[in-house]
Each structure stands twice: as structure tokens, then as C-alpha cells.
């Protein structure tokens, strides 16, 4: 390959899946610095992202109340029409007891961002090259008094805490923002954020959230076009719903309408998904589900109904209130989660339903997250198998089920529609 020309060899490399990159570390001392240097990585990711042809991996947590931690099962996403075979996924966080669960959180360029159970522990990972990083965790000391500095405020005590990973572009870093949110005899009175930074490895105090907004709904914050967005309830009008927004770089936060008004936030379910790069509103009404998708970021007056279905319209005994992972790569149909137990395609024009076949599925499984495939991470630390008598130690001896399995064997369904 010495007689090629660089600039081609680096846009052949380009085109290729991370896998086949990973193997091709050990051609050559060239093509292990080409692929390793930065500006490669960039190149593939923004290739992938604009052509829609990166690999995609749909992450399966598998569901284990009786006996954490959690497994993980990964799918590949090859066509419009089929999921390929579940496949038991090594991840990063070795729990040091069966007592310790492990919780995905949401996907930005590849990476995930992975945690146990009480936040303790956590790590960037990038499953389609099994890289990832370790997150130090501080102790998070509250201050003894919020930004308006009431005596009410000053007696306040944690309540709640939600994440939000994302990309700074401007910086060329990945950060992840962590809110407290502090109580004072039932009522939220002030907040604490911190932000950490992948590039300095570390974490920093930024502002509060502005005093009067709370009651972020769910646990995570949805990352679109550099910023963090949560939807969040005026303190003093619990019907005003608004989309809050933290922007990566400039670490600023800024606000704007949902295209629903007057909703009675205790009769109905709201919540934000990304897709295809655009920050989409989820409303669950009785009987009615509603996707609007904002298609310029920031722009109230660019929201659009992007699909609505009625209860009635649902062909099988399903979950009302599925959850939308990602659009198809002609653009024409949604892949939907029915309460993380049936995958199908909803085709927008002829509003239409098909379910998704795929093997070896977990019997029970939950949080489901789409990943790109990318080179994030490479200089990472590599994902250790687990030994297998560790593992066997943490399989339930009073189990009576397929005892004439491995301890590797999952109890697993096959889907065929």
C-alpha cells in the first residue's frame, strides 16, 4: 500500500467501520498514527454523521432485580429492516459486589456515559471499540446558603440530582453537568452545578440555574447543538412548562416555549428525545402520543408535529408510551421502543407499524441506548473481561433455571414478526 498517495489511504480508512480500524492498528507504525492522530478521528466522525452511514449499536441493559449488577447485550443496526443478533457486551464498571447495579445514560459521538447505581462510580465508554475512561467522582459539598441567600434557603437540604453529557465543539471537549437541586420543607429553593471536562479530567462550580426554575422531569438532561436541554415548570406557575437550556461552551443558560400550552402537567407526561439532531417534545396525553420535533435548534417557531398516534391506532398489545430511538437512514420511518420489551418501525408517511426481528434478546432488559460508531476514546483504557470464576461466583446458587448451562448463558427469546 506504499505506493498510494496518503490523502487517499487517509479517505479510504475513512469510509471504514471502527471494528475493522481496530484491526487495522497493526498494518503498519503509519496507518497506527494515522488512525490514533485527532484529526482522522474528527474526519471519520464528521463523515459518519454527515453521510448517516456510521454503524449503529442499540445497547440493552439487561433487567435483574434478584441479582445486580445488570448485564448488557449489544444489537447491530444494519438496514431499514433488521436488528442483528443480541451479544453479551462487556462494560467498564466492575462491581465489587452483587449488590451494585450498573445504569446507562444517554450517547453523544459514540461514547456513553455509564454509572452504578449511586453515582459513585461512573465512566465515558465507547462500546464499539470497547475504550473507556473513568470519571473521578469528588465529594460534592453543598454550600450553606443559595444565590438569593434567604434565611428559608439557607435551611435547605439535597433532593434531587439529574446528569447531562454532551460536546463542546467550541473547546473540542466532552462534558459532563451534574444538578443538585436543594429543598426547603417540601419546596425546591436552590440548585448546584458542576461541570467536568474530559479534556482537563476534572470538575468545576458554575453557575446555579436560575432560582425559580424546577422540577426537571427525569433524571437526564438531552443533549442538541452544543447545549444541555430539560424541561422545567415555573416555581410559581406549576402549568408553564418550559425548555431550559446550558450551553457547553459558553456555560450560559437560556429558554424557550414548548409548542403545547395549557397542559395539566399531573394529567399528562412530557419529555425530550434527540433525533436525527433535532431536540424533539414527547407529550402522553389519555389516549393520544405526540412527537414535535424542533428542526432549528433554538427556534420556537420552527416546531413541527412530526407524528401522532392514537391508542387506538396501535396494532398489537403494546405500551402506549413508547420511546423513539432513532429515524431510519432514508429518513421515512421512526424505530420505536415499546416500554424497552418490542422494537418496530413507524413509517411517517403511511403511518403504518413493523415490528423488528432480531435474536437472543435478554428476557427482561430496559434503558435502551443508541450508540454511532465512532473512534472516540481510542487512546482510552481497554474494556477487561470479567474472570470467569468471578463470574460464577455471582450467579445465584438458588436458581434451578438451565442448570446445564455455562455461567456466560443468558436466559434469551428470539423475536420472529
Same mark, same amino acid.
Given at each position: 500500500?506504499?505506493?498510494?498517495?496518503? /490523502?487517499?489511504?487517509?479517505?479510504?480508512?475513512?469510509?471504514?467501520?471502527?471494528?475493522?480500524?481496530?484491526?487495522?492498528?497493526?498494518?503498519?507504525?503509519?496507518?497506527?498514527?494515522?488512525?490514533?492522530?485527532?484529526?482522522?478521528?474528527?474526519?471519520?466522525?464528521? #463523515?459518519?454523521?454527515?453521510?448517516?452511514?456510521?454503524?449503529?449499536?442499540?445497547?440493552?441493559?439487561?433487567?435483574?432485580?434478584?441479582?445486580?449488577?445488570?448485564?448488557?447485550?449489544?444489537?447491530?443496526?444494519?438496514?431499514?429492516?433488521?436488528?442483528?443478533?443480541?451479544?453479551?457486551? /462487556?462494560?467498564?464498571?466492575?462491581?465489587?459486589?452483587?449488590?451494585?447495579?450498573?445504569?446507562?445514560?444517554?450517547?453523544?459521538?459514540?461514547?456513553?456515559?455509564?454509572?452504578?447505581?449511586?453515582?459513585?462510580?461512573?465512566?465515558?465508554?465507547?462500546?464499539?471499540?470497547?475504550?473507556?475512561?473513568?470519571?473521578?467522582?469528588?465529594?460534592?459539598?453543598?454550600?450553606?446558603?443559595?444565590?438569593?441567600?434567604?434565611?428559608?434557603?439557607? #435551611?435547605? /437540604?439535597?433532593?434531587?440530582?439529574?446528569?447531562?453529557?454532551?460536546?463542546?465543539?467550541?473547546?473540542?471537549?466532552?462534558?459532563?453537568?451534574?444538578?443538585?437541586?436543594?429543598?426547603?420543607?417540601?419546596?425546591?429553593?436552590?440548585?448546584?452545578?458542576?461541570?467536568?471536562?474530559?479534556?482537563?479530567?476534572?470538575?468545576?462550580?458554575?453557575?446555579?440555574?436560575?432560582?425559580?426554575?424546577?422540577?426537571?422531569?427525569?433524571?437526564?438532561?438531552?443533549?442538541?447543538?452544543?447545549?444541555?436541554?430539560?424541561?422545567?415548570?415555573?416555581?410559581?406557575?406549576?402549568?408553564?412548562?418550559?425548555?431550559?437550556?446550558?450551553?457547553?461552551?459558553?456555560?450560559?443558560?437560556?429558554?424557550?416555549?414548548?409548542?403545547?400550552?395549557?397542559?395539566?402537567?399531573?394529567?399528562?407526561?412530557?419529555?425530550? /428525545?434527540?433525533?436525527?439532531?433535532?431536540?424533539?417534545?414527547?407529550?402522553?396525553?389519555?389516549?393520544?402520543?405526540?412527537?414535535?420535533?424542533?428542526?432549528?435548534?433554538?427556534?420556537?417557531?420552527?416546531?413541527?408535529?412530526?407524528?401522532?398516534?392514537?391508542?387506538?391506532?396501535?396494532?398489537?398489545?403494546?405500551?402506549?408510551?413508547?420511546?423513539?430511538?432513532?429515524?431510519?437512514?432514508?429518513?421515512?420511518?421512526?424505530?420505536?421502543?415499546?416500554?424497552?420489551?418490542?422494537?418496530?418501525?413507524?413509517?411517517?408517511?403511511?403511518?403504518?407499524?413493523?415490528?423488528?426481528?432480531?435474536?437472543?434478546?435478554?428476557?427482561?432488559?430496559?434503558?435502551?441506548?443508541?450508540?454511532?460508531?465512532?473512534?472516540?476514546?481510542?487512546?482510552?483504557?481497554?474494556?477487561?473481561?470479567?474472570?470467569?470464576?468471578?463470574?460464577?461466583?455471582?450467579?445465584?446458587?438458588?436458581?434451578?433455571?438451565?442448570?446445564?448451562?455455562?455461567?456466560?448463558?443468558?436466559?434469551?427469546?428470539?423475536?420472529?414478526?
Amino acid at each position: 500500500m506504499s505506493f498510494l498517495p496518503p /490523502e487517499l489511504i487517509f479517505d479510504i480508512l475513512s469510509r471504514l467501520p471502527p471494528k475493522d480500524l481496530m484491526r487495522f492498528l497493526c498494518v503498519s507504525k503509519s496507518w497506527y498514527a494515522l488512525i490514533h492522530d485527532q484529526i482522522f478521528i474528527k474526519a471519520h466522525l464528521q #463523515r459518519s454523521i454527515e453521510t448517516n452511514s456510521a454503524p449503529l449499536t442499540i445497547l440493552l441493559r439487561k433487567f435483574s432485580p434478584e441479582c445486580p449488577p445488570s448485564h448488557f447485550f449489544s444489537l447491530s443496526f444494519s438496514d431499514n429492516e433488521t436488528i442483528g443478533t443480541a451479544v453479551k457486551t /462487556e462494560q467498564p464498571l466492575k462491581c465489587p459486589d452483587k449488590y451494585t447495579d450498573i445504569l446507562l445514560g444517554y450517547s453523544v459521538h459514540g461514547l456513553v456515559w455509564i454509572h452504578n447505581d449511586d453515582e459513585s462510580d461512573m465512566a465515558l465508554w465507547n462500546p464499539s471499540i470497547q475504550k473507556f475512561k473513568k470519571i473521578h467522582v469528588p465529594n460534592f459539598k453543598p454550600d450553606a446558603s443559595s444565590s438569593s441567600g434567604s434565611e428559608m434557603e439557607q #435551611r435547605r /437540604e439535597p433532593r434531587d440530582t439529574c446528569y447531562g453529557f454532551g460536546y463542546d465543539s467550541v473547546h473540542d471537549d466532552y462534558k459532563l453537568v451534574r444538578i443538585v437541586k436543594f429543598a426547603n420543607e417540601g419546596r425546591i429553593v436552590g440548585s448546584q452545578v458542576h461541570i467536568y471536562s474530559l479534556k482537563s479530567n476534572s470538575w468545576k462550580r458554575i453557575q446555579d440555574m436560575p432560582w425559580n426554575f424546577f422540577g426537571i422531569h427525569h433524571d437526564y438532561l438531552m443533549f442538541c447543538d452544543g447545549a444541555l436541554s430539560c424541561l422545567v415548570y415555573d416555581s410559581f406557575c406549576t402549568n408553564e412548562v418550559i425548555i431550559l437550556t446550558l450551553g457547553l461552551a459558553s456555560e450560559k443558560y437560556c429558554q424557550f416555549p414548548i409548542p403545547v400550552h395549557h397542559l395539566n402537567i399531573n394529567e399528562s407526561r412530557l419529555s425530550l /428525545e434527540v433525533l436525527g439532531g433535532c431536540l424533539c417534545l414527547v407529550t402522553f396525553l389519555e389516549t393520544q402520543h405526540d412527537v414535535w420535533i424542533m428542526k432549528e435548534y433554538g427556534d420556537a417557531e420552527s416546531w413541527t408535529l412530526l407524528y401522532s398516534i392514537e391508542g387506538g391506532d396501535l396494532p398489537w398489545l403494546i405500551d402506549f408510551m413508547c420511546e423513539s430511538l432513532v429515524f431510519s437512514r432514508n429518513g421515512e420511518m421512526v424505530l420505536l421502543s415499546d416500554n424497552n420489551t418490542t422494537f418496530f418501525w413507524y413509517d411517517l408517511k403511511e403511518k403504518s407499524f413493523k415490528r423488528v426481528k432480531f435474536h437472543g434478546r435478554p428476557y427482561l432488559y430496559e434503558m435502551t441506548v443508541v450508540c454511532w460508531g465512532s473512534l472516540c476514546l481510542l487512546d482510552g483504557d481497554p474494556v477487561i473481561a470479567e474472570p470467569e470464576t468471578e463470574r460464577q461466583q455471582k450467579v445465584p446458587t438458588t436458581s434451578t433455571k438451565r442448570k446445564s448451562s455455562s455461567s456466560e448463558d443468558e436466559e434469551t427469546y428470539d423475536d420472529w414478526y
